[in-house]
């Protein structure tokens, strides 16, 4: 099992053996999964906070007596059922880390590494001689390196990510610079490629590379087209659409115009026609008349009308479409007030049977037959 390395131009010129503990080590899914979700939970700020019933503003007080208020007896508005009161076991500042073996960590990381040069997606970066950064440079020796470092996201680990390596890699898309003291597990993992820097691999690996020279060729640079230049917006113009009522309007004025234009006679033009002789050929032939040529009348311009015009046009277009029959006047019901409906409604009751009035009695003769009856009796 071997590495490529990578010339300054990203050729794989080399190839180094893969020995050492890494290449020792086996690959232990459990101890890289503990590793990550702990390097994850320390990331976290763990900044969040929420308040007690202790810790809020206010409260102190009763906030009415315990007993004949006919309501649910209360020590305070800041109890956690009130609104703005207090929060029952609300998350506290805290990190969120766990704790992890040290020799765990070491066996997940080199676990990791082992995963990566099994799949072929790590590669050694030999020291480039950069002068400047040059982000154009870094993609091309991108495009020239094996296809195992094609897949993205690609992860670069330099000793110093400040230097002209690290920010000449720093600004391609997909592409991530870290430095070697800051490499975690959880970083392996997220990437789908790796191109490390000689001297840090060289330090994972406990000693020097062993390179042996291969043969490469360069890939043939990729053709450049410019892209095809944006078609231009062409917008219709906005049609004036016509208002409201002016094509009813016009069809009105038309109509009135055609019924007054005074008809006009064709006028026929008097000139002689001039027949030809006939020759002795076509001394049979009978002579053919010219047909007189009728002068066109001359275009009427349309009058405009005025509003009130338009409208006594449209009532005579109307009075001679159909007659209009008047209406018979409604009836109106003559109202008849109260002595009258009582007589009406009291003949009615006459006619059915007479009504027989009882006289009415005063108190006073009612007082005066009273003794007389006792005296009878007596």
Do not use: C
Not at 65 to 85: E, L, Y
Not at 130 to 141: M, V
Not at 249 to 257: S, T
């Amino acid at each position: 099992m071997s590495v490529p390395v990578l010339n300054p131009e990203g050729l794989p010129t080399g190839s180094a053996a893969f020995t050492g503990r890494v290449a020792e080590q086996e690959i232990k899914p459990h101890l890289i999964h503990e590793t990550v979700v702990a390097e994850l939970g320390a990331r976290r700020a763990g900044t969040h906070s929420t308040k007690s019933r202790g810790e809020v503003r206010g409260g102190g007080k009763k906030p009415w007596r315990q007993k004949g208020t006919g309501r649910a007896r209360q020590g305070s508005i800041r109890a956690p059922h009130w609104r703005g009161g207090g929060v029952v076991f609300g998350p506290t500042p805290r990190s969120h880390g766990g704790k992890v073996n040290r020799k765990i960590r070491a066996q997940a990381f080199r676990s990791a590494l082992r995963a990566h040069v099994d799949r072929g997606s790590v590669a050694v970066m030999e020291a480039t001689g950069w002068d400047t950064p040059n982000t154009k440079r870094a993609a091309e020796y991108l495009y020239q390196a094996p296809e195992g470092l094609a897949e993205r996201a690609l992860l670069v680990i330099v000793d110093d990510p400040d230097g002209v390596e690290g920010m000449s890699f720093r600004n391609l898309a997909d592409v991530y610079v870290l430095a070697a003291v800051d490499v975690e597990v959880v970083d392996l993992m997220a990437a789908r490629s790796l191109l490390v820097q000689r001297s840090v691999w060289e330090h994972w690996m406990g000693g020097e590379l062993e390179v042996a020279d291969t043969a490469a060729t360069a890939k043939a640079a990729p053709k450049r087209t410019a892209p095809p230049k944006p078609k231009p917006i062409t917008r219709k113009a906005a049609e004036d659409k016509p208002k409201r009522g002016a094509k009813k309007a016009g069809a009105d004025v038309a109509e009135a115009v055609v019924d007054e234009a005074p008809a006009t006679e064709a006028v026929v033009d008097d000139a002689p026609v001039e027949v030809a002789a006939p020759d002795a050929a076509t001394d049979a032939a009978p002579a053919v008349e010219e047909v007189p040529v009728v002068d066109e009348a001359p275009a009427v311009e349309k009058p405009k009308r005025s509003r009130a015009k338009k409208t006594e046009a449209a009532d005579e277009t109307a009075g001679d479409a159909a007659p209009v029959v008047d209406e018979a006047p409604a009836v109106e019901k003559p109202k008849r007030s109260r002595a009258k409906k009582t007589e009406a409604a009291d003949e009615t009751a006459g006619d059915e049977a007479p009504a027989v009035e009882k006289p009415k009695r005063s108190r006073a003769k009612k007082t005066d037959e009273a003794p007389a009856e006792d005296g009878e009796e007596s």
